[in-house]
């Protein structure tokens, strides 16, 4: 069974960074695209980053582009999500997941991923 474990949220005041992680297993994980997303309290949740299979392709809601990087460990079935600059909208629970295809018309979509994980919270302040 696929498991996703978040794990780097926490409390940062407006313009600092943090770094998420996103731990798989019960899976090939090189073998899977992954994503980010988010949640804040009474919104939707909006796709944020994914990544290749290899790595070698990335893509970036237009409100997280230049300030976000996605990355990716196959090595340590790892998924990361550098986020510098934060602002007080970046507030949400973040959210890993895992998709079997990678195709940019589906990723930005929840419904392109087949496992989540629990999410985890990111507070900015200002």
């Known amino acids: 069974q696929v498991q996703l474990v978040e794990s780097g949220g926490g409390l940062v005041q407006a313009g600092g960074s943090l770094r998420l992680s996103c731990a798989a297993s019960?899976?090939?994980?090189?073998?899977?695209?992954m994503g980010w997303f988010r949640q804040a309290p009474g919104k939707e949740r909006e796709f944020v980053a994914a990544i290749s299979w290899s790595g070698g392709n990335t893509y970036y809601a237009d409100s997280v582009k230049g300030r976000f990087t996605i990355s990716r460990d196959n090595a340590k079935n790892t998924v990361y999500l550098q986020m510098n600059s934060l602002k007080p909208e970046d507030t949400a629970v973040y959210y890993c997941?895992?998709?079997?295809?990678?195709?940019?018309?589906?990723?930005?979509?929840?419904?392109?991923?087949?496992?989540w994980g629990q999410g985890t919270q990111v507070t900015v302040s200002s």
């Open positions: 019960g899976c090939t994980f090189s073998s899977y695209a």
């Open positions: 997941a895992a998709a079997f295809r990678w195709d940019t018309k589906v990723v930005v979509t929840t419904y392109g991923y087949d496992y």
